[in-house]
């Protein structure tokens, strides 16, 4: 495919202003993809990183106040601790067009309603970054649950987990957030992915929801580390079973229809359709597909939404939506933890 010649007297695209706040995992990846699509003129927001620590960053700045000092954004990009989420989106509002918020959105639906209200009424776009939507397989599935090929969906599953040890080799996981409370962390919150492409997948909120979640493993931390949920969403119930406990790693998800069944498998890198018959066809496979993959698709989606080419692909209700599911989650099946 060679697509169309550029025209000699076409403008350029623009570059916009792009800061990235948080230098962890997932700010150095947003950092990296950003830079990666030549759009971006990227700087940072961090304590923990400076001069020459990331390719690519055009200026560094020790925190988010001294950055909203130095003019207007066309994006930021939160990606600090999930407990900084929320009063950072704030400080944000009316210092950038768009505002692209790692997941969850905040650590309770505390006070987020009503910053999502003044993000609107200072027409300040707030997208979530649940980047598993930009999964082909899910897309799939999504689109084979809208188009009815699987008849009416009756059953959910979804299940994913890892040690969190492993999560991120070299480092200590008690100095991660996950593992902390006071910074947001916990399976419900940090593996809300789950339940975000879950619902994306059916289309619908639930109506009911059960919980079991606690500290299930010897592990030193204080959060939850293993939940079940169960969702009533129409006539479909979903589990969502997380984890960070186990050895061997686990994400997949089993959509169940009166005609038909689609099975993903991460691990497997393939999505298949099951019918009644025993027979089986492939709908998708890549070997080679990864999780910088989803980060790479994501940012370059949020370069539409900046170019005005396409809308939020997480909206902020939607990830309020989310976080009051993984609240009451915790109310339900964790009571003691007072979320």
Same mark, same amino acid.
């Given at each position: 495919?060679?697509?169309?010649?550029?025209?000699?007297?076409?403008?350029?695209?623009?570059?916009?202003?792009?800061?990235?706040?948080?230098?962890?995992?997932?700010?150095?990846?947003?950092?990296?993809?950003?830079?990666?699509?030549?759009?971006?003129?990227?700087?940072?927001?961090?304590?923990?990183?400076?001069?020459?620590?990331?390719?690519?960053?055009?200026?560094?700045?020790?925190?988010?106040?001294?950055?909203?000092?130095?003019?207007?954004?066309?994006?930021?990009?939160?990606?600090?601790?999930?407990?900084?989420?929320?009063?950072?989106?704030? %400080?944000?509002? !009316? $210092?950038?067009?768009?505002?692209?918020?790692?997941?969850?959105? *905040? &650590? /309770?639906? =505390?006070?987020?309603?009503?910053?999502?209200?003044?993000?609107?009424?200072?027409?300040?776009?707030?997208?979530?970054?649940?980047?598993?939507?930009?999964?082909?397989?899910?897309?799939?599935?999504?689109?084979?649950?809208?188009?009815?090929?699987?008849?009416?969906?009756?059953?959910?599953?979804?299940?994913?987990?890892?040690?969190?040890?492993?999560?991120?080799?070299?480092?200590?996981?008690?100095?991660?957030?996950?593992?902390?409370?006071?910074?947001?962390?916990?399976?419900?919150?940090?593996?809300?992915?789950?339940?975000?492409?879950?619902?994306?997948?059916?289309?619908?909120?639930?109506?009911?929801?059960? %919980?079991?979640? !606690? $500290?299930?493993?010897?592990?030193?931390?204080?959060?939850?580390? *293993? &939940? /079940?949920? =169960?969702?009533?969403?129409?006539?479909?119930?979903?589990?969502?079973?997380?984890?960070?406990?186990?050895?061997?790693?686990?994400?997949?998800?089993?959509?169940?229809?009166?005609?038909?069944?689609?099975?993903?498998?991460?691990?497997?890198?393939?999505?298949?359709?099951?019918?009644?018959?025993?027979?089986?066809?492939?709908?998708?496979?890549?070997?080679?597909?990864?999780?910088?993959?989803?980060?790479?698709?994501?940012?370059?989606?949020?370069?539409?939404?900046?170019?005005?080419?396409?809308?939020?692909?997480?909206?902020?209700?939607?990830?309020?939506?989310?976080?009051?599911?993984?609240?009451?989650?915790? %109310?339900?099946?964790?009571?003691?933890?007072?979320?």
């Amino acid at each position: 495919m060679t697509g169309r010649r550029p025209d000699r007297h076409e403008e350029p695209s623009p570059r916009f202003r792009m800061l990235v706040v948080g230098c962890g995992c997932a700010g150095r990846r947003h950092v990296r993809h950003a830079v990666a699509t030549g759009r971006l003129a990227v700087s940072v927001a961090s304590r923990s990183c400076g001069p020459g620590s990331l390719a690519g960053v055009e200026r560094y700045y020790s925190a988010l106040d001294e950055a909203l000092r130095d003019g207007t954004w066309d994006a930021i990009v939160i990606a600090s601790d999930t407990h900084l989420h929320l009063p950072q989106l704030s %400080a944000a509002l !009316g $210092r950038a067009r768009e505002i692209f918020v790692e997941k969850p959105l *905040a &650590a /309770s639906s =505390a006070g987020l309603a009503e910053v999502l209200a003044r993000a609107r009424d200072m027409r300040t776009g707030v997208s979530v970054a649940y980047q598993w939507r930009f999964h082909p397989a899910l897309e799939l599935t999504r689109r084979a649950v809208a188009e009815g090929r699987l008849g009416r969906i009756h059953l959910m599953q979804v299940t994913v987990g890892q040690l969190i040890e492993d999560w991120q080799p070299g480092r200590d996981y008690r100095m991660s957030y996950a593992a902390r409370r006071a910074a947001g962390g916990g399976v419900v919150l940090t593996l809300s992915h789950e339940l975000d492409y879950a619902l994306w997948i059916l289309g619908m909120p639930p109506s009911r929801m059960r %919980a079991l979640c !606690g $500290r299930f493993s010897s592990l030193e931390h204080d959060v939850e580390d *293993a &939940a /079940s949920m =169960a969702l009533e969403c129409g006539e479909a119930l979903v589990t969502v079973c997380l984890d960070m406990v186990r050895r061997v790693p686990r994400r997949e998800v089993r959509v169940c229809g009166r005609e038909a069944e689609m099975y993903w498998c991460d691990a497997e890198r393939r999505l298949v359709l099951e019918r009644p018959d025993g027979s089986a066809q492939v709908e998708w496979e890549d070997a080679r597909f990864g999780r910088e993959d989803l980060f790479a698709a994501q940012m370059r989606h949020w370069v539409a939404v900046l170019d005005g080419l396409a809308p939020s692909p997480c909206t902020g209700e939607e990830g309020r939506r989310v976080v009051e599911i993984c609240g009451r989650a915790l %109310a339900e099946g964790m009571p003691e933890q007072g979320r």
